[in-house]
DNA sequence: TGAGAAACGAAATGTTATAACATTTTTCGG
DNA sequence: CCGAAAAATGTTATAACATTTCGTTTCTCA
């Protein structure tokens, strides 16, 4: 862990939401006055998302940190078009019936992608109330 | 559904696998002499998803035609990383778990990624006998 | 037939990601 | 401590994917 991977993942901490690569460059450029290229911020994303701390969400192409890094994850994303935030969450049920139709197939497995689009339940609400 | 539109689905069904945008501008200007470009075909390719006769694979970031557009679709890819190919199958089980969680964060999902990578049973066996 | 809507064309630009290669930093055995 | 090998980062350029904007054509239907 060096100090650039570091910053990256304080970064994403310290985010409100999914943040794309490019304003992770921006704020790393912003944090000190060394601004990095993009090879070196995707470079540093792949890396963390290989140790399993950051996860990279593909329908919105951006980066979210890994709630409980410390166990092997079989997540799941909510993200919610109103606030552009999203929940992580796990539920093995799910890797469990993957793997199943999976078998069936004859097909060998190695990562998922399971995203949920729609409204939080704020969002939901302050949409229903609006209307 | 104009010629377009009927044109792109065609190239989407000749296909071997998932196609990306840019590969369609380039099949349609084959076909006939007139190019098009980018802003059109994306019209299209959204209107054809709209509709439910194509699908986008969000981390391939290409196109697949849908195997069966008359169904409400609530699908699954498996993508093989060997050969690029990619399974569409339908497991209403994972929609119900999906819709089970999403109802426990009082989400309201309106769309749904589901994508496995890994490898077909015959790239998985192809790779097994030349190692 | 002609007004409005939908679809399409074209140019520019915005956004995301990687290739290729140089340089710096770290590590570790001798 | 020294220097070679490995790992990480910097730099430039470019590839790949997608949208904005505005103007034109085509279709529909009253």
Request: aromatic share 6%; charged share 25%.
């Amino acid at each position: 862990m060096t100090q650039l991977r570091r910053r990256v993942l304080e970064l994403l901490w310290a985010s409100d939401g999914p943040t794309s690569a490019y304003q992770l460059i921006e704020a790393v450029k912003g944090k000190d006055s060394r601004p990095v290229g993009p090879p070196t911020v995707y470079r540093t994303l792949h890396f963390l998302m290989e140790q399993g701390l950051v996860s990279r969400i593909e329908s919105l192409n951006a980066y979210v940190p890994c709630v409980h890094p410390e166990r092997d994850h079989d997540c799941l994303f909510f993200i919610c078009s109103g606030c552009r935030s999203s929940v992580e969450l796990e539920d093995s049920r799910i890797g469990g019936l993957l793997a199943e139709d999976a078998a069936a197939l004859g097909f060998v497995a190695s990562r998922r992608t399971v995203e949920v689009e729609g409204m939080c339940a704020r969002c939901a609400e302050a949409d229903a109330t609006h209307t």
